[in-house]
Structure formats: structure tokens, C-alpha cells
């Protein structure tokens, strides 16, 4: 008998009906307002204003015929990670490298990137195939500080998340709950004690700000490159709990003001490169430092897709949804993007799959790398493409090993450096034709983009418990300039060589999921 599968999709039949149906009306309605127009106009000649008036409409129904692709046919999905689990032994699991990244300590103060990384480091995935890598660009210290504090921490964090079955996997949500995942014997004496030690945590954390010191002479746009491996500071402190946990690596690139640093694809590129040698996991989770985990179970779900035989020669991305914890009921400015997550990326799910959202999502590894890294490629010719490491270049073939075992030499570290060093990228096709994509202030829309124009696959999977969860601009002004970027970004690439409705025409991006692209962002 067939094994059940992991996931299951459902067209969602009766929105279907319904979108299309009123598509049809309205079409009718747009085609005979064009008709009536132009009868008029053959009978006598139009005024200008008039003409204008037909100008803006035209373009007004141009721009309702694009949003009708995402209305066209709905998916939703299904997880089972019990049946994952049941079919592959946990050694079998393929490795998952986190990547938070964080730039502006004042923004994005260090004790809330603290307890993204716990909430990552807690997740129900085997530790030895989990690792989670904080790229830093505003090379600080105090977020040193912090990840060194966040490591001693999770080693009782994540005994206890493991042992009581702990949900709310983000110290900072789960403290500020009101009620329990768990009711039981002991669980309230451990959850005190960790409170205590979650408010010892926050002290020191404020202490080191407020004196000051740790901060002085720290230049954002002009520092070295730092890659630490953070370890055991005090193994040999009396009260220590044995725990097994994920590999945590601090990641602060080379920046100076004469070479451009190309933002957070820019971060990303460094972190794909500096991981390649230390765990180089198949799968990569990209999280924007303020977009904690909110349910272990995200990485299983991911892989019920990236491990179906069915779907997974060509998927590129699992994509899950933006949630907000900081949202009241009266969110005026839609911050929850709901038309994009409740709609449109449903919408594209049903086509080739929806676009890339920044954060949140599971990128096979491979993917990113392009077309040129094939078994058979020319050892020159990929130096050529992924820049002078030749580590590097070797790594390409042990992409499916996990080597979460690896040892951290000095000479290791000297060649991560030199990966995350601003020269290392000159010459080579970072950002142009390998990983996330560089001259957008969207970058991952137009990573999406190229991937699925190459053929890749996404899935849109929203679970209903939120597997992760953001904090959402709550200020006009702030939503108003994130909307522009945006909708600017999109723009950009639709009117140049890129454009999504007519690049690469022979590639197998269906006229539908082309229309999905050109339609303004939100
Ligand atoms: O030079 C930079 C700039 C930004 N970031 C990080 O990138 C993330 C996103 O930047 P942010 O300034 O918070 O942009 P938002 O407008 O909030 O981000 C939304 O829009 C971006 C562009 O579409 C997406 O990449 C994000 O995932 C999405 O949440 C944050 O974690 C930053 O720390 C860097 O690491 N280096
Ligand atoms: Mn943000």
C-alpha cells in the first residue's frame, strides 16, 4: 500500500466559482463601457477632459484585468509532519541553517534580536542539523553580547521548552502570556525559575547598554569583518543543564564606505557564503530579526513539502505568512496585509507559487546558487561565478552532507572572514546571477521573480497556528514610506529589461503568474 503523503493541497473550489463568475460579469460590464466610449466617439468628437476620462478608465481596467490572475484559482494547504516522521528516521532529516539578520542597534534593539534567535534555536527540529546564524551589520557589540547571553540562556531554555512541550517558543511572548500551553507536575517551579533567569538576562543585557562601554567607537559603516562561533562561556558553572543545542554564529561583515554593501541581500549573500563552511545545510530560513518563532513545528512543516518526491525536484521555497503580534483589532492601516496573505499569495500558491516575501520562508540552498552549478561544471568557471574561495566552490558538492560536526579551526575561521570581507564579491556573480539579488530596494521580489522565470516552484503554507510572528508598522508614516518602497521597488523592475510580463517569453512562467508580478504590490 502507498504510504500517505506529507502534505495535501485543495483548490479552494467555491471562492473559484465565485471569482471567476464575477470576473465574467464585470469583464462584460468593462467591455461594454469600452464599446460605449468608442461608439460615442465615432459620432462626435470627443472634449479632452473626456478623453481623459477614457484614458484613466482604460487604465483602470488594465489594472483590473492583472489582479484577476490572483482570483483565478485558489490553493490551500495541509501539513502532517507525524507521517514525515513516521516514514524518515530523524537522522534523515536534511540540516536547516537560520539566518537572522539584524543592522541598526538602536532600531532594532539587541535583547528583542535575542529572542528571535532563542525562538529559533527552540525549534522541534534534531539540533545537530540546526544552526543559526546572526548577521550583524551594524557591527556591534552589544549584540556580541547579547547572542553570548542568548546562548547561556537557551541552556535552560530549550530543556524546558523540550520538556513541558512549550508553544510560544519566544521567551518575550511566552512570559507575557496570560495563559499555559501546560498544566503539570513541576511546571510551575521551572517555569519561576526561568523567569528569573530571563529577568537576570534582561539586566545584564541593560547594564552593558547603559554603561556605554560596549558601544564606543563603533562604526556601522566601517568595521571589519568578526565571524564567532559562540561557545560554552561557563560549561563548568555548578548549575549547568546538559542540553544539546544548535550551533550559534555571529556574523558581522566587512564594511567600508567605498564599497557598496547592497543592504540585506547583501547580508544574506555573506551568510550563505560563511555557512557553506561551517554546516552547509540544504535548507536555508531567512528571518528578519524582528519575526520571532512562534510554533516549533515550522521546519517539519517546511520539509512535509521540500521532502514530498512529488514537488520537491522543482521547489525552490516554502513561504509562510507575515503575522503580527503588535496589532489591535482596530489596525486602520491594514498592517496585517491581509489582502496579500489572506488573498493574493493563495491565489499564487494555485499557479506557479507565490512570491517571496523577505522573511519566513525555507530556501532550498541549491536554488540560490543558479543555473552554472551543475555536478559537471568547470572548476574554473565556477570560481568565476562564486568569487576566489575555492573552500567555496568545494563545498558546492558536499551540499547534502551534514556536517554539523565540523570543527571550528582557526584556519576555518580566517576563510569565513575572508568570505564576509568586501572584496570578496568583486569580479564575481554574487547578486547578479548567484543568491539574493542585488539594485532593488526589494530584493526579494526580485530573487522570487528570477526563480520562478528559471522554472522553481513555491508553496504558500498557512498553518493555523502563525509560525512566525512580526512586528507590523503601526504609524501612517511608516506604513505609507514601507508602501512606497515597495510599490516602488516593483515598479522599477517592471519597467525595465526585466519586466515580468515579457522576460524571458520562452521560459515556462504562465501569462497568469506574469500578471501576479506586474500588479502593484500592496
Ligand atoms: O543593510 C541592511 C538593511 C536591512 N537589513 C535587515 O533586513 C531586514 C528587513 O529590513 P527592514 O528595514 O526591517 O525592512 P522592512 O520594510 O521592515 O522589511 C520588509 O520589506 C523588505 C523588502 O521587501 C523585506 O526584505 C523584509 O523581509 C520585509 O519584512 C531587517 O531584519 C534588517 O535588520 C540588513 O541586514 N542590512
Ligand atoms: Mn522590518
Known sequence: MEAPPYNLCNPMKKSTVINRSYAVLQSIAITSMIFYRVSSFLHSTP??????????????????????????????????????????????????????????P??????????????????DYPTEKLSVYVSDDGGCALTLYAMR?????????????????IKTICPKLFFSRYDDDFVGRGYEDEKEKIKLKYKLLQEHVKKAESNG????????KNHPAHVEVIQDGSLNSPDTIEAK??????????????VPHHFKAGALNVLLRVSSMISNAPYVLVLDCDMRCN????????????????????????????????????????GKLR?????????????????????????????????????????TLLK???????????????????????????????????LASCKYEHESQWGKQVGFLYNSVIEDYLTGFTLHSKGWKSIFYNPPRPAFLGTATTKLNDTLLQGARWNCGALQVTFSRLCPLVYRLTSRMSLLQRMCYVYPKV
Open 384 to 418: 568565476q561565478y562564486l568569487g576566489p574561495s575555492n573552500e567555496l566552490v568545494k563545498s558546492l558538492n558536499s551540499a547534502n552532507k551534514n556536517n554539523n560536526n565540523t570543527d571550528i579551526t582557526s584556519r576555518l575561521l580566517e576563510e569565513t572572514r575572508f
Open 295 to 334: 510554533d516549533p513545528s515550522s521546519a517539519k512543516q517546511a520539509m512535509c513539502f521540500h521532502l514530498d518526491p512529488a514537488i520537491s525536484p522543482n521547489l525552490a521555497f516554502v513561504q509562510f505568512p507575515q503575522m503580527f503580534h503588535n496589532l489591535s483589532n482596530m489596525d486602520i492601516y491594514d
Open 213 to 220: 562601554e560596549i558601544l564606543r567607537g563603533i562604526n556601522s
Open 245 to 258: 543545542m544548535p550551533r550559534l554564529v555571529y556574523v558581522s561583515r566587512e564594511k567600508t564606505p567605498s
Open 149 to 165: 547571553e542568548a546562548w547561556d540562556f537557551a541552556r535552560y531554555w530549550l530543556p524546558f521548552c523540550r520538556r513541558f512541550g
Open 47 to 104: 472634449s479632452f477632459p473626456l478623453l481623459l476620462v477614457f484614458a484613466s478608465e482604460l487604465i483602470l481596467s488594465f489594472l483590473w484585468l492583472l489582479g484577476q490572475a490572483y482570483l483565478w484559482r485558489p490553493f490551500t494547504r495541509k501539513t502532517f509532519p507525524e507521517r514525515l516522521l513516521r516514514e524518515k528516521k530523524i537522522d534523515q532529516l536534511p540540516g536547516i541553517d537560520v539566518f537572522i539578520l539584524t543592522a541598526d
Open 106 to 123: 538602536e532600531k532594532e534593539p539587541p535583547l528583542e534580536v535575542m529572542n528571535t534567535v532563542l525562538s529559533a534555536m527552540a525549534m
Open 339 to 379: 489582502s496579500v496573505f489572506s488573498v493574493k499569495w493563495h491565489g499564487m500558491d494555485g499557479l506557479q507559487g507565490p512570491m517571496l516575501s523577505g522573511t519566513g520562508f525555507y530556501m532550498k540552498r541549491k536554488a540560490l546558487y543558479g543555473d552554472i552549478v551543475q555536478e559537471d561544471t568547470d572548476f
